[in-house]
């Protein structure tokens, strides 16, 4: 009888030592408030809406009530919210859908035009009140003007590879490749061109009429993982200038699938309050 008893009270000093653990572990996950990534966009003209995406437990049900971004004035945005990936333990991953056109849903605001956003104003149905880093968005810049190549065609997958492919329509030079964020992905985006690494092509590469040029792009190119805690969706400008010295520039789309919180380095997010 004392046998039994002292199986039974190892029993429950070990399901108690069990469960403050899970407690413990599960207070060490949880965060306190959404944590907002980073957003580096160059939004074009005839783009009237963008993704916004932050990390909320899993367990919570506070919603977004209001947007609100300060530096284009203090209207607040239509948008919309719905849920994305999970990791299934304790994170759910949020897309705030942003229409920033007219109510007829076809014109942008000329107020909007030329302008970049990089924080916002957030209301929760709880209550919560956020000032938000969003990173760096550049709303409908001016489109660059002497486009010497022609679409050809594009691809793209949710590894977060792509490629775009052009023809010339005269002789020409390529002078370079060029975007409004070289710096922020100079260490996690390869670009090739016609299968060479851009970092071993000598330019100016030069182009017969009618030669396909194929632009190659990932984030992932060595199969590693990234953890990576921002969101990418920009132009990549291919400058071009022919035998007569008249400069262009053609843009090409590079666009970053965003993944389950799962492959998020959560740490860094956390001690940055979001994105980096």
Not at 3 to 20: D, E, H, P, Q, S
Not at 29 to 42: A, C, Q, S, T, W
Not at 128 to 149: H, Q, R, W
Request: hydrophobic content about 35%; aromatic content about 12%.
């Amino acid at each position: 009888m004392n046998f039994n008893k002292k199986y039974i009270v190892v029993g429950m000093a070990l399901l108690v030592v069990c469960w403050t653990l899970n407690i413990f572990y599960y207070q060490k996950h949880i965060i306190r408030e959404p944590l907002f990534i980073k957003h580096y966009y160059d939004l074009p003209q005839g783009m009237n809406n963008f993704d916004l995406y932050y990390i909320q437990n899993l367990s919570s049900k506070s919603k977004i009530t209001s947007v609100l971004f300060p530096e284009i004035g203090q209207e607040h945005i239509n948008f919309t919210e719905t849920d994305g990936n999970s990791d299934n333990r304790y994170y759910m991953l949020k897309n705030i859908t942003v229409n920033i056109s007219n109510d007829n849903g076809a014109d942008i605001p000329e107020e909007y035009k030329n302008k970049v956003i990089t924080k916002a104003l957030i209301e929760f149905s709880d209550g919560k009140t956020m000032n938000v880093n969003l990173g760096k968005i550049y709303l409908f810049s001016d489109e660059l003007d002497g486009k010497a190549l022609k679409f050809y065609s594009v691809s793209s997958s949710n590894d977060n590879t792509g490629s775009s492919n052009f023809t010339a329509d005269k002789d020409l030079k390529i002078t370079g490749i060029d975007s409004k964020f070289n710096k922020e992905v100079k260490d996690i985006l390869q670009i090739k061109i016609n299968n060479n690494l851009i970092s071993d092509i000598s330019f100016p590469l030069n182009l017969k009429k009618g030669e396909i040029i194929y632009i190659n792009y990932g984030f992932n190119f060595n199969g590693n993982l990234i953890k990576q805690n921002n969101a990418y969706s920009f132009r990549l400008n291919i400058l071009t200038e022919d035998l007569l010295g008249n400069k262009g520039s053609t843009s090409c789309f590079i666009n970053m699938h965003m993944q389950s919180p799962k492959y998020f380095d959560m740490d860094a997010l956390k001690n940055n309050g979001g994105g980096e």
